[in-house]
């Protein structure tokens, strides 16, 4: 592998297994206790008992806050009753979605030898990103402001998963206390942070120690942090930093912020950059980058952010950095800290590697890009254009939706336009329509005694719908795109379940003839999908654009989307491609679950045309080699390409993954966009995994082991058609220089990684 896997492979790949957590024997030593869903209580004093929890920020899972009765539910003693384990639907629970990293802290009320910090937490991916938190850390503290670091189980960690016994994830929902035990500290406060995935919950919290009373002593062991529940508190999402060398690449910083009065509050960050690093452009809470005349240091610059914060964000910042002056595989250290209302953090460092990137073909088939991200982001990107052929990016994403006919950025499209790239279009259809049914009821379902419902009607064609039919198609006109996706979440998983209710539906269910509701819905959807789509061709096509291809977000064949959007119907004359969303962490179970789900969907169809969605770590962030495993897992599995929400959370190290993978791809580009599922002419014994693709006498095959419960050897069979050779795509290796045709039997070694992405082809003569 190349940089950021290569020469780290071996690394990566144990830290990948950590993740797995295939190992379940308890590890020994002080903080690892062995796992289970509660802790002993026989002869211990919880301390946190009924003590209110402070939260930054609030908790907002909406189900989970029925009651309002959060900064009580994790220390009441309470713990759920549900069998499946589905604490998101326990009001007596706590969640976040999308939360990034949150903190929360409890006043013990009196100074204690605290000797163990414990949480029951959520996990096993009942559905996908409802998972375990990938980053946990201990605090503790005298005066709930200065807290120090006692304890971290992060999935970044060697280890931490197995030695915490953290179950592994397997689409069914568990209850894991993760216990920091053997602590052996002291302190008044406790607090948690947590790096959350697209659903994270918990419903109780424990402290076990020995109150002390008047103890002056003050807070011992742990390491200085920057932890706090009382103000303003930015961060970087992952415990180390990857950059370019040679091209600047973004790195997303977030926000933490606690309940409060709404208004925003001073907060200054410093950010002193190693020598050869280098802050190109972006911004850090609304500061543009290039607005600030760095300070020379003896170790580098200085870069001071005089800012304000008044709301949790993702991304309060992104800055797009490079180290030109650093050879690949240098590693260093950013040094940072912030204040805001009179309180400091000590200064933190963040470990820094450097990547030298090389180019990557650009794909001719096979589409790649960003997916939900904006011609305004591209526009803060220095040399975005060049920085994306390099990565191997050849589509250029824009919300034309958002872009009046005046705006600059449509200079920037039409240079990517003139360079090569696909233009991407994402829209939301229907969903201005829902706006307007706040002000003009007559979209909505029109129920008995003339009142109207809160659903929009799927058989309303009036005024307003007509408009947003126009306000579409004017947008793609604008666009003049190659590929545009719809994403169309006005119903919910349900439907419009209020159709039979309607009197306007009734009428048209009758008129129709149709047998049930359900066939009514598709129908109605299908026309309202070419009723979109052909307005949109028409205006296209008049502004001298291409012939565009266009699917809807998670529309996949088989069951009709929210009842509604059937690909069936619609496949392939006015639908192109199937888009299953796999949002997820990207822990072995969802590599599979991704690979799986566009297997499913491109055997149901004729061709690879799948476009599947996937998140760059909006549902929680992970390592870029776990990245590059699930991009492949879509192109073995007839995905000619990805889309992806949410732009937030896009780093350096994914892309430089994304680069890994595109390079890989590009000599058998043609194999997985004409070829077929590999079927029956290669297989694997378990524990291994295979997935591949088949074209003529050609096969391209990843073959994995993500739980890591083999012994890195796997037994590969082969029903090759030509005599032919085994190559890695990923390394160049050559596993077989000849197999014979007919049935065949290989040993791949994993060479201490989890997957091997093989070609197997002509033999030399």
């Known amino acids: 592998m190349n940089q950021i896997l290569r020469a780290h492979r071996c690394s990566l790949a144990i830290a990948f297994l950590i993740v797995a957590g295939a190992l379940h024997a308890a590890g020994s030593g002080g903080g690892r206790l062995a796992g289970a869903e509660l802790p002993p209580v026989e002869g211990r004093t919880n301390l946190a008992a009924g003590r209110p929890v402070m939260f930054a920020p609030t908790p907002d899972y909406r189900l989970t806050q029925a009651g309002e009765t959060d900064t009580s539910d994790l220390t009441d003693g309470k713990l759920t009753k549900r069998e499946d384990r589905h604490i998101w639907f326990d009001s007596g629970a706590v969640g976040w979605s999308y939360g990034g990293r949150v903190n929360l802290a409890v006043d013990l009320g009196t100074p204690a030898r605290i000797e163990e910090i414990a949480i029951r937490l959520l996990g096993g991916s009942p559905q996908p990103g409802i998972s375990f938190p990938g980053w946990i850390e201990a605090f503790v503290s005298d005066d709930g402001r200065t807290f120090r670091k006692v304890a971290e189980c992060s999935r970044w960690q060697e280890g931490d998963f197995r030695r915490y016994e953290v179950p592994e994830d397997a689409g069914k929902g568990w209850i894991h206390c ?130 304000s914060a008044k709301q949790n964000a993702k991304t309060f910042g992104r800055l797009y950095v490079q180290a030109s002056g650093w050879r690949d595989g240098q590693n260093g250290v950013l040094r940072y800290r912030f204040a805001s209302g009179g309180w400091s953090s000590p200064e933190m460092e963040l470990p820094v590697r450097a990547v030298e990137v090389p180019k990557a073909p650009r794909l001719k088939r096979i589409l790649t890009g960003l997916g939900w991200w904006s011609a305004a982001d591209t526009a803060q990107w220095p040399e975005a254009l060049e920085a994306w052929e390099t990565f191997g990016m050849n589509s250029f994403p824009m919300f034309s939706k958002w872009m009046k006919e005046d705006d600059p950025n449509w200079q920037l499209v039409e240079k990517a336009r003139e360079r090569g790239f696909f233009l991407v279009n994402i829209d939301s259809p229907l969903h201005p329509l829902v706006d307007q049914g706040k002000r003009h009821p007559e979209v909505f379902h029109q129920l008995d005694r003339g009142s109207a419902g809160t659903q929009l009607c799927p058989s309303y064609r009036g005024e307003w719908y007509q408009k947003e039919i126009r306000r579409f198609a004017a947008a793609m006109g604008r666009a003049r795109p190659d590929f545009a996706s719809a994403d169309i979440e006005v119903w919910g998983w349900r439907g419009p379940f209020d159709s039979p209710k309607c009197t306007r539906c009734q009428e048209d269910f009758k008129a129709s003839g149709l047998a049930s509701w359900d066939e009514w819905m598709m129908t109605k959807g299908s026309a309202m999908w070419k009723d979109f789509v052909s307005a949109a061709r028409e205006e296209v096509a008049k502004a001298g654009g291409p012939k565009f291809e266009i699917g809807g977000y998670d529309f996949r064949p088989g069951a009709a989307y929210q009842n509604v959007w059937s690909v069936d119907q619609l496949y392939p004359e006015w639908m192109q491609s199937s888009q299953v969303s796999t949002y997820s962490c990207l822990y072995p179970y969802h590599l599979q679950l991704i ?97 591949g693709m088949q074209h003529g006498d050609e096969m391209v095959l990843l073959v994995s082991d993500y739980f890591g419960r083999s012994k890195g050897m796997l037994r590969l069979r082969l029903r090759a058609q030509a005599r032919s050779a085994v190559r890695d795509l990923l390394t160049g290796e050559v596993i077989a220089a000849e197999v014979p045709a007919g049935e065949q039997e290989l040993t791949v070694s994993l060479g201490g990684s989890r997957a091997r992405l093989l070609h197997v082809g002509a033999a030399s003569p």
């Open 178 to 307: 993760l216990r920091f035990g053997d602590l052996g500290v002291r302190g008044r406060w406790v607090g948690l942070r947590m790096y959350t995935t697209g659903l994270s919950a918990s419903d109780e919290l424990y402290v076990f120690g020995t109150a002390q009373g008047g103890s002056q002593e003050s807070a011992s062991g742990g390491s200085a942090s920057g932890f706090r529940v009382d103000g303003p508190q930015p961060y970087f999402h992952k415990p180390e930093l990857v950059v370019a060398t040679n091209l600047a690449g973004p790195v997303p910083i977030g926000l933490v912020v606690p309940a409060g009065s709404g208004e925003a509050v001073g907060l200054d960050m410093v950010i002193d950059a190693p020598a050869g690093f280098e802050l190109l452009g972006g911004t850090l809470g609304g500061i543009n980058v290039k607005e600030i005349s760095p300070e020379s240091i003896s170790e580098g610059k200085r870069y001071r952010f005089a800012t």
């Open 595 to 691: 690979g799986d789900e566009v297997r499913e969907d491109r055997a149901k169809i004729d061709l690879s045309d799948v476009l599947p969605w996937l998140t760059p770590g909006d549902a929680g962030t992970f390592p870029g080699e776990a990245f590059l495993w699930a991009l492949l897992e879509g192109y073995t599995n007839g995905a000619r390409g990805h889309y992806f929400w949410s732009s937030r959370v896009w780093d350096c190290e994914s892309l430089i993954a994304y680069n890994e993978a595109v390079r890989a791809i590009g000599p058998v580009e043609d194999l997985i966009v004409d070829g077929e599922l590999v079927g029956e002419a290669a297989s694997m014994d378990p524990p291994g995994r295979l997935s």
